[in-house]
């Protein structure tokens, strides 16, 4: 035990912990009161106990520092399992006697409280100790056994599986042909064939069943949207590379890119920075906790913003919106599909997909203050908001091709066909999407023409594509009015308008 005179101990200490309580004294009836933060610190990032302090950081000092000291040493030890790291110091100030307990990260989670005929692992939630959820157990579990989820063995044969997916990827990535050797350097599989959880969620048809996107674009800025609540929606699974490209895809039919001519040029403004959402869909697919069953990312357009949302929040149970984003440490939830995507030009290792997000935004031409990319988190989920950087021109005109968009919260000229959607009027012509999405649906067209009658199934088998990727096709036709339906023949079918 040491002792000393500080000026002021207690800014000394808070300013080097992330996590501090304050005690008025030694509590030994119901020590519970403060072990469980000694459970909470232990399996986080460490954190402070400072005994003989009020909450409003008043000094009121402890009569007898040694006795106090000998017992909280033995309290954790008798009542905290696995025995914790942790320093007592004893510091006097103002002549009054504090105690200063530095718990420090442990390595051997979960470290449980285990007294009074109860057993529990503890977490800091803000600034809470908290009984850990089923699912932040088993992450500290693993922890404690040096693995994370996407180690784990699976009970799936890799010879079950195709990987096209990956193997495209990777060859339009590097180059080069992927090799066999490939799944075993990046634990993909073990010696005996089985799939790591990492083989199975970059499988084309990945078995692990809550790997899923849900994608939304919502009619106005909520859900309630009036008589048509969504305008476009989706649901990808499979490989989580085909989660990414579907993702990303969504989103770019969904948004607008307007222009603005300069003297010898012209300004393109989207309404959402690519760099920033593919980021942001990225670290949800690759960082989210997949622990967590009967959960899924979702990605909801609004008329203002895009919301990206991945189960899981930060690792060390803080909330981003609480932290410094210039000073947030990289940490890695499943280290090994970062290293695979990493391998695939997805993103880079050193963890700066928040910053990419923020500079991006911010570079972009039609960035205007007050739009800066959200980040919160809770413990159970981090959202990205990215706002719609032309959303705020809703008064202006501006050039679109060889079109005007009134871009108003009343009418978008894309088309010389106009739907009426609640009280206001949109464009549905096929000018109205993405030139890839306009090149597939004139294609479509030209096939389909002479045909009586057509569903998703024949679309998929013209394109040699999945029912999603033709459902989704189908949906761009109907809503650019190209297609109609037609009775007699099973439901779902259509033909080309005449």
Known sequence: MKRGDFMNPLDNYIAESTECDFKSAVETRKPKSWLKS?????????????FGVEDNKTIIG???????????SELIKSRITPHPVFSLNSVRFDKKNIIILNVYPGHDTPYYYKADGVTEAYVRIGNESVPASNHILNRLILNGLNKSFDSLITPFDFNDYSFSKLRERYKSWTKESMSEKFFDSFCLRDNSGKLTNTGALLADDSPVLNSRVFCTRWNGTDKSGGKIDALDSAEFSGSLITLLNESIG???????????????????????????FFEAVVNALIHRDYLILGSEIHIDMFDDRLSIYSPGGMPDGTFIQNRDLNNVPSYRRNPILADVFSKLGYMERQGSGLNKIRNAYENSANFTKGCEPVFYSDSTQFTVILSNLNYKLNKEKVAVGSEKVAVDSEKVAVDSEKVAVG???????????TP?????????????????????????????????????????MKSAKVVEPVTGHGKGKFRIKS
């Open 423 to 433: 009280s206001e009027k949109v464009a549905v012509g096929i000018n109205n999407f």
């Open 38 to 50: 000694v459970s909470a610190f232990s399996n986080g990032t460490g954190g402070v106990l400072i």
């Open 62 to 72: 402890l009569d007898d520092i040694q006795t106090d000291s000998e017992k909280i």
């Open 436 to 476: 890839k999405a306009k090149e597939k649906m004139q294609a479509a067209i030209k096939l389909l023409r002479d045909k009586e009658y057509f569903g998703r199934s024949d679309i998929a088998e013209i394109f040699e594509e999945s029912n999603t990727s033709a459902g989704i096709l189908l949906n761009q």
């Open 250 to 276: 969504f989103i770019k039919r969904n948004m607008r890119t307007l222009w603005s001519k300069t003297a010898d040029s012209r300004i393109e403004m989207p309404d959402y920075c690519e760099r920033s």
